[in-house]
């Protein structure tokens, strides 16, 4: 099976490079890989930020394991040629629309969550977030008002069909966990989420066993910090994923934890930390690799059938945090190398 190892900029070659020695140790010669440049890196080497190259290696392979872009230099470029584009760019020439966010606690890291231990621990839950539409892939653009001011404007939009098949992933995720599911909108303000919240109601009844409710992204955002153990599922835009994601992520320790994966409807996806490519630490052996090696654990899980590999990586995160090991995000001095040294030991 072929892999497609995009690092991108800052950490995402410091933690890619920790997940293919995981990767390595547990799969063998099973896995292949063929790496490319994404991102601010694809900018400098092909003068786009997803050479032409490098997207038909993502489409070829039988997953993708990415690590971060972004890369101040280039906040000047035109957007179109901006690192962050990369992402995006892959997520919708391969139609990834269902982005996987898991927020648990490892109990070894209660102390390190932003929250008081005993209401961190009880986080376990899965952010479904829509990828491929929203505001982020509405018209967009800068003009000026007949009164001669500028004006940016970006349109949110969302079909019912695309409304429909996210519903239908975050239905199935619920129906493999503990059966509820909430979706989040703005449906008091917002027109695009009056047509969420409708479909999601109307594809409910193909559910009748998952349990549904209804917030506003507002209320989400503050039950997330007040008790976070009352969420199984979220179902969400792309938007207001984004954000819950981040949120989630240092309620359950660090955002240097939380994988996700990106899948289409085939269940060919792309696997990456949610975290960025914090360029003020790149190069410094600070990087935590961990949401990078949990990430690829998902990918075998996920897109290559390999769910007992899986649970070995999973297993040895638990045991490098219970030995004591921790990156500086986590309060500790434990380098990548060294926290990617801790994982393959505990193999
Ligand atoms: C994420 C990131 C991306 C997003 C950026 C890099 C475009 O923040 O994956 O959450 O907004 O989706
Ligand atoms: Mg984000």
Redesign the pocket.
Known sequence: MLIALLPGDGIGPEVTAEARRVLDAVCGTALSYEEAPVGAAGYRAEGHPLPPATLDLAKRADAVLFGA??DPSCDHLERALRP?QA??GLRKELALFANLRPAKLFPELADASALRPEVARSIDLVIVRE?NGDV?FGEKGMRTTPAGRRQGYDIMSYDEDEVARIARVGFETAKARRGRLCSVDKANVLETSQLWRDVVIEVARDYPEIELSHMYVDNAAMQLVRNPGQFDVIVTG?LFG?IL??QASMCAGSIGMLP?ATLDVNKKGLY?P?H?SAPDIAGQGKANPLATILSAAMMLRYSLGKPAEADRIEAAVAAALAAGHRTADLGGTTTTSQMGDAVLAAL
Request: cysteine-free.
């Open positions: 872009v972004g962050e992402i995006l990828t982020y792309n984004d994601s981040d996700s990456e949610i960025g």
